[in-house]
């Protein structure tokens, strides 16, 4: 995508090479890289950040990538062939994959149900014009919409396992009480560091306190989803803990298991 366009004609300019021309309410904003694979269609998704105005955020720990727009979220998890859709599972037709070192997303999708309702456009792909038209609801206020129902995953048994393989349980599946002969229940992950305390400190500047907290927030909310466990942070912030602390914290809990999160 190149840098925006500061005419009348677009907000962006227009790539060369295949493209796709973008309207939003009738308006031209410009033209996204178009690609192909293995005759599918896919577009970047840094470009689907620009066109829908919203924010991507990677997850170091779990590698997953959120598309963050207004107040709804979209997760891509590169290589899988399914979504969270505010944190609703969806499966995909086909798969995330990579193209020159950037994640593309089947172009299909951003017409589909689970996306359109989310970002709250109405999308057309017309695939032998190469356009796309975003519709926002203020523009369609007086006409009558009807959310159409995400149709059901062509093999349901595939979903199921593709959720179990990520390690997420769909909001549909519930959660499990925890078993009687589990010996693990409440576990403590402690972020090492923290507050006037950096820990070790790279050579770009990076502290470790705040990598240790990124993965201690996201080893936390994965072992939440599984829903075996009862999991509690030392810290959620960057907030200096004496040992002593962390160690009453985690005593005070009855943790089964103290998960002290370091990095050098």
């Not at 840098?3 to 790539?15: E, M, N």
């Not at 599972?89 to 994640?103: F, V």
Request: hydrophobic fraction near 40%.
């Amino acid at each position: 995508m190149l840098p925006p366009d500061s005419s009348s004609a677009g907000l962006f300019s227009k790539p060369k090479g295949t493209v796709i021309d973008v309207y939003r309410d009738g308006r031209f904003i410009g033209g996204i890289p178009f690609l192909q694979e293995e005759g599918i269609p896919y577009v970047f998704l840094s470009d689907v950040e620009l066109v829908f105005r919203g924010t991507l955020h990677w997850f170091q720990v779990s590698g997953k990538v959120r598309l963050a727009i207004g107040q709804h979220w979209v997760d891509f998890f590169p290589g899988e062939q399914v979504v969270s859709v505010d944190d609703v599972r969806r499966p995909l037709d086909h798969p995330l994959t990579e193209i020159d070192g950037k994640i593309a997303v089947p172009l299909e999708f951003l017409s589909s149900p689970a996306f359109t309702q989310a970002v709250e456009y109405g999308v057309v792909w017309d695939g032998s014009a190469k356009t796309l038209q975003l519709a926002s609801l203020e523009s369609q206020k007086g006409t009558v919409q009807v959310p159409l129902p995400l149709p059901p995953a062509a093999d349901p048994e595939r979903a199921k396992r593709v959720e179990e393989e990520a390690g997420v349980r769909g909001k549909a599946a519930g959660s499990s009480p925890l078993p009687q002969g589990h010996r693990i229940h409440r576990i403590v992950v402690d972020a090492g560091h923290g507050g006037h305390d950096p820990g070790a400190v790279g050579y770009r500047r990076t502290k470790e306190k705040d990598i240790n907290l990124l993965f201690a927030r996201e080893l936390t909310r994965i072992l939440r989803e599984r829903g075996r466990y009862e999991v509690y942070l030392t810290r959620e912030d960057d907030t200096f803990v004496p040992l002593a602390d962390r160690a009453l914290f985690a005593n005070e809990r009855q943790a089964d298991l103290f998960l002290s999160i370091h990095c050098n």
